[in-house]
């Protein structure tokens, strides 16, 4: 039986680019859903007028609660895998099927596309050393957390099945939520893998991660994902 891929893509005023996601992937994976957290734009509108399922947030809420909320729809639909996809184009279409394919052959629970295992391309991340140093230091904890051989603890392309997304218990609201899914993930016992992805510029627009106010809001994250049982 060939398993069915659900794309979760987390938006957050991304008109520019959405149709450009949703059309470049839609040929890839089974179905496509959209969580708008509160955009103040047409990321919503654009997306419905794609023929995906969307579910817009009133009022912008995190990365985190998008994520448990595509989790949540996932482990109640018809799909057997679950992706995660950014929005802003700087992850790549022909990255999705390597991504799921440990998945796809029972040899994994959650895949992670490693870009440290693979390639930033040129211009993909403004204070590129910076924010470079920042995922070493998170990746680093993270491995120490989970006990697992994670390489990019804050990878936003993620493969999961659904005995993963029902028993990952999730908890974060903003940031720090890809580090807790790995944690998670090495305190639940499950099958981890990764594989190398190629990361891009951005299509438009500037990352809204605060380089200096992540460690503070990711790392108390990360310490009760590692404390709870």
């Known amino acids: ?21 949703i059309e470049n992937i839609k040929d890839i994976v089974d ?11 047409n990321t919503s509108k654009y997306a419905k007028e794609c023929g995906v399922e969307v579910i817009r947030f009133e009022k912008n809420r995190g990365k ?12 109640n639909s018809e799909y057997d895998i679950a992706v995660i ?30 870009r ?25 904890v993270t491995r120490l957390m989970s006990g697992l051989p994670t390489t990019d603890a804050q990878s936003g392309l993620v493969a999961v099945n659904k005995y993963a997304a029902k028993v990952l218990d999730l908890k974060a609201d903003r940031w720090g939520i ?8 090495g305190k639940k016992g499950l099958r981890y893998k990764e594989v190398p992805i190629v990361f891009e510029k951005r299509m438009h627009g500037v990352s809204r991660l605060k380089v ?14 590692w404390l709870r049982k």
Do not use: W
Request: charged fraction near 25%; charge should be negative; glycine fraction near 6%.
């Open 178 to 185: 890809h580090q807790e899914i790995i944690i998670r993930a």
């Open 85 to 114: 996809y950014d929005a802003d184009g700087q992850y790549r279409k022909e990255d999705i099927i390597p991504v799921c394919e440990p998945i796809i052959k029972d040899e994994a629970d959650i895949v992670v596309g490693s």
């Open 64 to 75: 985190g609660v998008v994520i448990r909320e595509g989790y949540k729809y996932f482990v």
């Open 31 to 41: 179905g496509i859903l959209v969580v708008d957290d509160g955009s103040e734009d």
């Open 116 to 140: 440290f295992l693979g390639k930033y391309c040129e211009g993909a991340n403004i204070n590129y050393r910076i924010r470079i140093l920042c995922n070493h230091i998170s990746t680093f």
């Open 1 to 21: 039986m060939s398993k069915k891929i659900l794309a979760i893509i987390p938006a957050y005023n991304e008109e520019k680019s959405i149709k450009i996601v």
């Open 212 to 225: 200096l106010k992540y460690p503070f809001i990711a790392f108390p994250v990360m310490l009760k994902a």
